[in-house]
Nanobody, 126 residues
Framework: QVQLVESGGGLVQAGGSLRLSCAAS????????IGWFRQAPGKEREFVAA????????YYADSVKGRFTISRDNTKNTVTLQMNSLKPEDTAVYYC???????????????????WGQGTQVTVSS
């Protein structure tokens, strides 16, 4: 079992940056793919980025490609999401999630993730 805790959210002006962290418990963290999702008010949860367990392959939604970077440090059981050039439409609650899959890929589908954090609010003002 994995427990996830997000941090790093906050209020930032458009064009600014934030760095989200996802801290995980459990000795098998390195065997999980990790994804970031977000949900804005009145909208469905959507995929943002993911990183695979074995190769660290990275996947991004088109809306954040080139602006966001996902990385993981298995020695610290953490995954970070560096968010640059933020836009008001990036405003949402951001969740990290763990997929029990040790492989070269990571899913873009929230239904494939087994464990979720409580979320952290990101607000981008115009």
């Amino acid at each position: 079992q994995v427990q996830l805790v997000e941090s790093g959210g906050g209020l930032v002006q458009a064009g600014g940056s934030l760095r989200l962290s996802c801290a995980a418990s459990g000795r098998t963290f390195s065997r999980y793919a990790i994804g970031w999702f977000r949900q804005a008010p009145g909208k469905e949860r959507e995929f943002v980025a993911a990183i695979s367990a074995s190769t660290g392959s990275r996947y991004y939604a088109d809306s954040v490609k080139g602006r966001f970077t996902i990385s993981r440090d298995n020695t610290k059981n953490t995954v970070t999401l560096q968010m640059n050039s933020l836009k008001p439409e990036d405003t949402a609650v951001y969740y990290c999630a763990a997929e029990n899959k040790y492989g070269i890929s990571a899913s873009r589908l929230s239904m494939n993730y087994d464990y979720w954090g409580q979320g952290t609010q990101v607000t981008v003002s115009s």
